[in-house]
């Protein structure tokens, strides 16, 4: 079975009648891994949040295993879902922010476990093994009941990335995630992304670091 094939047909939005993307087409193949380079305001952020409907297209497709993120199809036409139906389907792809959008309340397991935990995925003891081999992963096994103030940039970028795998996705997507990061955080943060993509998993990265790319 295809796992993480990523089709972006003809897409095409605009804001406030200025194109951002005219007509984009982007095959992403199972297990490949793609980096978006361009200037500021190209689009690149804007074409990454409409694989996980983030951002809805004014015209075009945009599929994951050929399957629409944000609609269904009917006759012919594509019709937008209701928003819960979209949240089930977007669990199939994690997103790193370049901010990181951590919850300040909840310490690095708990940010980890959340997901998880709230769509029924795993129980509470499952859950927590699973977040912690994956902090583990990242290089934060000792640092799980701290809270993101407690934790460095790059920590808690870390963090971001593990909470991304907690659901298990079959895209991983990459909004600049160095672009928050002290210079010498940064290559903390690429070793993780390098090692994600040895294990097979499809990863989009939209960033300015042109050697890691």
Known sequence: MT???????????SYAGVEVLGGIDLTVEPGEVVAVLGASGSGKSTLLRTINHLETVDRGSVTVDGEFIGYEQRNGKLYELREKAVLELR?????????????????????????PIALGRLSKDDARELALGLLDRVGLGDKAGHYPRQLSGGQQQRVAIARALALKPKVILFDEPTSALDPELV????????????LGTTLIIVTHEIGFA
Do not use: S
């Not at 290559?187 to 040895?198: K, P, S, T």
């Open 3 to 13: 796992i993480g094939l990523v089709e972006i047909h003809n897409v095409h939005k």
């Open 91 to 115: 669990t199939q792809i994690g997103i790193v922010f370049q901010n990181f959008n951590l919850f300040p309340h909840l310490t690095a397991l708990e940010n980890v476990t959340e997901a």
């Open 187 to 198: 290559g903390e943060v690429l070793d993780v992304i390098r090692d994600l993509a040895q």
